[in-house]
């Protein structure tokens, strides 16, 4: 099984900080890669796929890179409706598997 | 709009079975798989498996093979979880989730979620 490790598993920040939240892969997923966002008592919304591709009608403050077994997400300036749980999910193999998940919290 | 809606909330004992059901609607049920995809309470997600309508084939994870079963009713548009042998650590709410793309594994459309509780 691929292992998908997310860090930090929380963080803080102010409206307008720019965030980033890193996924390493324990083997290569040559970029099958997504990212979700979770609110409380909600599902999760996909946010990217393909490591960079964003999901159509998800805000261009959202971006995403890496390759190989090192990811990335960043949102480039964090808006009150950010504050969320964050997943990455590898898709490259059954079974599929996901991050940890990194909470993102208000300063 | 794709909409999945699932079954609502139970209450198992120890040792008891649970059948969750996922209703499709608004797109070409047998065209994209399902996946089903769980969260213990205050925990991340964790994918238990994956069957595709059109035909019934299944993957499941390996740390519920054997205990887990994946059906569809193609007349419906419903595809079923049905977990065996259930034990507290089975309380959680359970999701069905589309396919983006047909094979893709990303999950774009989601069910609500269906809160299963295991407790003597």
Not at chain 1, 92 to 101: A, K, R, V
Request: overall charge positive.
């Amino acid at each position: 099984d691929i292992q998908m490790t997310q860090s930090p598993s929380s963080l803080s920040a102010s409206v307008g900080d720019r965030v980033t939240i890193t996924c390493r892969a324990s083997q290569g997923i040559r970029n099958s890669l997504a990212w979700y966002q979770q609110k409380p008592r909600k599902a999760p919304k996909l946010l990217l796929y393909a490591a960079s591709r964003l999901e159509s009608g998800v805000p261009s403050r959202f971006s995403g890179g890496g390759s190989g077994t090192d990811y990335i997400l960043t949102i480039s300036s964090l808006q009150p409706e950010d504050f969320a749980t964050y997943y990455c999910q590898q898709y490259s193999s059954t079974p599929l598997t996901f991050g940890g998940g990194t909470k993102v919290e208000i300063k | 709009q794709v909409q999945l809606v699932q079954s609502g909330a139970e209450v198992k004992r120890p040792g008891a079975s649970v059948k969750i059901s996922c209703k499709a609607s608004k797109y070409t049920f047998t065209s994209y798989y399902m996946h089903w995809v769980r969260q213990a309470p205050g925990q991340g997600l964790e994918w238990m498996g994956l069957i595709n309508p059109s035909g019934g084939s299944t993957i499941y994870a390996q740390k519920f093979q054997g205990r887990v079963t994946m059906t569809w009713d193609t007349s419906t548009s419903t595809v079923y979880m049905d977990l065996s042998s259930l034990t507290s650590e089975d309380t959680a709410v359970y999701f069905c989730a589309r396919d983006r793309d047909y094979g893709s594994g990303t999950f774009l459309s989601w069910g609500q979620g269906t809160l299963v509780s295991v407790s003597s």
